[in-house]
């Protein structure tokens, strides 16, 4: 800013002392940016931008200094961005302008018409050229740089005619339009809307096949990606023109005005340079559109690159900011691959930027595989250490289990075994208690057979009158009792044995009473045993 205040100074004084004034001359500049929205597309880094949001800015701040500005709706967002130019927004130093007025678009067509001496032809019933114009408009508020192109080449076509007759411009009587723009002129444009479509076809009809093929890499070279839509851009004719092809091409839409061509200083070295006519060329004509749609990864992938590049270029190349293997990385191989050439001549550095984030990746996909290998080895290795350690703890627990299965099963047993035992001990006392009551019952049968023996033995000689054979048949049954009792045993057996004797001795003596002396003999023989 300081060089800009200075050269100012200077230009005072010097309109001071040239034109003797008493008061010094307060000079001041004006500087216009128009499409400012340029700015944002991708060739101009994050740091340029930012510079030169700052430099307006202090220019402002000067108060000497005026900074007029154009700047697209579709940019608005991309300007508040940058710290600068969203301060100069804020401050409300800028003026927003909506679509022209119906009244404004009339002011637009007719306004400097009559200024240069320019007429509009009437036709047949008597409407002007400028109604049809304004009404065209009408339906299209965005169609104002169509309007422009449609006047210009009205005007051309008007001026072509008189020179055809051999006249000169302006050299009409006095009172008479300089030049009449036609209905016919009009009509042969093919309208507002088919103005730049049809200039642009005829031309493209002009060329060859060759020549025709190359629109798409034109549009590519001259289109940028922008903020939120594609916008136009501008390329040194040795990039936009690398054959005989594509400068067929180009001179034929230089011709029809559809480009434009021209000088621009850089660093001080002037570099001649193509663009579209208008942004609506990609929009009204047909087969920019088409193109431009086609380039649209392209474009989208040409602007990150540039932006990449440029950051690893500046930050010394580290490999943090090479392209990541992925989607970014595959479409800028995909994209050097198809337009290789193109990219090569937009910036020769990009290609490398490509080639080494591609190296990088792939050692790192190298790495990451040689990686997984180990670790499938790893994990395979723990996996099967997992599976025997697991299978020895299934293993031991089944174990475990059976263990505790055979010891809940032998305390059963014991608890069974020690059941029974209770009950055999409780059987054995049982039978104990039963066998002294046998034991006792036995006895007392013992004494009352013995008893009975003796009473029916004393009976055969005490008492006399009873029958014999009711004693005999007594004397078997204590007969039977004791055999029974001595068959059973005892501590001592004796009491019955002589209890035995009585009775076989009181039979003996019955015997003998009968008359039965064999009988006699054997009950005195088994007394005597039983003695």
């Known amino acids: 800013v300081a060089p800009i205040l200075r050269a100012l100074d200077r230009a005072n004084a010097a309109l001071t002392v040239l034109e003797r004034r008493d008061v010094p001359a307060d000079l001041r500049l004006v500087v216009l940016v128009d499409q400012c929205e340029a700015l944002f597309t991708s060739r101009i880094s994050a740091d340029e ?13 000067s108060g000497r200094v005026q900074v007029i500005a154009t700047l697209r709706a579709n940019a608005r967002e991309a300007a508040l961005s940058i710290p600068a130019f969203g301060r100069l927004i804020d401050a409300q130093q800028g003026l927003s302008l909506g679509p022209p007025t119906p009244d404004a678009f009339g002011e637009i067509v007719r306004g400097p018409a009559e200024a240069a001496g320019l007429a509009f032809e009437r036709d047949d019933a008597g409407i002007g050229l400028d109604e049809v114009l304004l009404q065209d ?5 965005d169609a104002l740089p169509l309007l422009q192109f449609a006047l210009d080449r009205l005007y051309e076509k008007a001026a072509q005619r008189v020179l055809d007759d051999d006249a000169k411009l302006g050299d009409v009587p006095e009172g008479e339009p300089v030049l009449t723009l036609s209905h016919a002129d009009y009509t ?11 200039q642009a076809d005829a031309a493209l009809r002009t060329v060859s096949d060759a020549a025709r093929a190359r629109l798409p890499s034109l549009v590519r070279a001259l289109t940028v990606a922008g903020p939120g839509a594609t916008v136009l851009g501008r ?16 001179e ?3 011709s029809a005005r559809v480009l434009v061509r021209g000088v621009r200083k850089d660093a001080g070295v002037a570099v001649d340079e193509l663009r579209f006519a208008h942004e609506r060329v990609l929009s009204s004509w047909d087969k920019a559109r088409e193109a431009v749609d086609a380039a649209q990864i392209f474009l989208r992938v040409r602007s990150d690159l540039t932006r990449a590049e440029a950051r690893w270029r500046q930050g010394g190349q580290p490999t943090d900011l090479l392209l990541p293997a992925g989607l970014r990385l595959a479409e ?14 937009h910036d020769p550095r990009l290609r490398g930027y490509v080639q080494a984030s591609a190296r990088h990746a792939n050692r790192r996909q190298r790495l990451t595989q040689a990686a997984a290998a180990v670790f499938a080895v790893v994990a395979l290795a723990a996996g099967w250490f997992a599976y025997q350690s697991d299978r020895n ?12 299965a055979n010891e809940r099963k032998a305390v059963s047993s014991a608890i069974l075994a020690e059941e029974e035992v209770r009950r055999t001990t409780e059987a054995l006392a049982l039978a104990e208690t039963e066998r002294n009551r046998a034991e006792q019952a036995l006895r007392a049968a013992n004494a009352a057979a013995s008893g009975l023996a003796q009473e029916l033995a004393a009976g055969t000689k005490n008492w006399p009158g009873v029958d014999k054979n009711f004693i005999n048949r007594m ?16 501590d001592d057996v004796s009491p019955t044995q002589r209890s035995l004797a009585i009775v076989y001795s009181g039979m003996a003596d019955i015997q003998i009473s009968f008359g039965n002396y064999e009988f006699c003999l054997l009950y005195t023989s088994d007394a005597a045993d039983d003695m």
């Open 393 to 404: 703890s299934r293993l031991a627990a089944a174990n475990a289990d059976i263990a505790l």
């Open 332 to 345: 800028a191989e995909n994209v050097l691959s198809d337009f290789g050439s193109e990219l090569d001549r």
């Open 49 to 61: 931008q930012k510079y030169y949001g700052a430099a307006l800015e202090a220019l402002v701040a």
């Open 188 to 198: 042969a444009l093919g309208g507002l809307s088919g103005a730049i479509g049809q």
């Open 252 to 254: 034929a839409l230089l």
């Open 137 to 141: 408009v009408s339906r299209d508020p």
């Open 475 to 490: 004397l078997i049954r204590a007969q039977n009792i004791l055999l029974i009792s001595l068959a059973a045993g005892g």
């Open 235 to 250: 390329a040194p004719v040795a990039i936009a023109m690398p054959d005989a092809a594509t400068q067929e091409l180009v």
